[in-house]
């Protein structure tokens, strides 16, 4: 059983920078595709971005390309997303989710994730 942890959520000012991590114990993440997601208050939860296992692929959804880049440390085991020029509408608790799928990741389908981390609060406000 892979257990998630988000870090790294804060209250940020708009155009700032963030970085916030996704943890595993239990397992390392080498293993598992890893997406990110955010849900804002009164919307639905949508994917952010993703880094597939065998080839680190990465993608981002429009509204963050440019942005964010998800990346994966196979030494230290987490995966990040380092958010930059960050925009008020960014403001959403921000969770990690893993698959062991070896297909190209995608952010579009939560169902295909397997593990979920409890979340962590990104506020982006003056």
């Known amino acids: 059983q892979v257990q998630l942890v988000e870090s790294g959520g804060t209250l940020v000012q708009p155009g700032g920078s963030l970085r916030v991590s996704c943890a595993a114990s239990?397992?390392?993440?080498?293993?598992?595709?890893v997406g990110w997601f955010r849900q804002a208050p009164g919307k639905e939860r949508e994917g952010v971005s993703c880094?597939?296992?065998?080839?680190?692929?990465?993608y981002h959804v429009d509204s963050v390309k440019g942005r964010f880049t998800i990346s994966r440390d196979y030494a230290k085991n987490p995966v990040y997303l380092q958010m930059n020029s960050l925009e008020p509408e960014d403001t959403a608790v921000y969770y990690c989710?893993?698959?062991?799928?070896?297909?190209?990741?995608?952010?579009?389908?939560?169902?295909?994730?397997?593990?979920w981390g409890q979340g962590t609060q990104v506020t982006v406000s003056p």
């Open positions: 989710a893993a698959s062991p799928s070896p297909a190209p990741c995608e952010v579009h389908h939560g169902w295909t994730y397997d593990y």
């Open positions: 239990g397992d390392t993440l080498e293993d598992y595709a």
């Open positions: 880094i597939s296992i065998h080839d680190n692929n990465s």
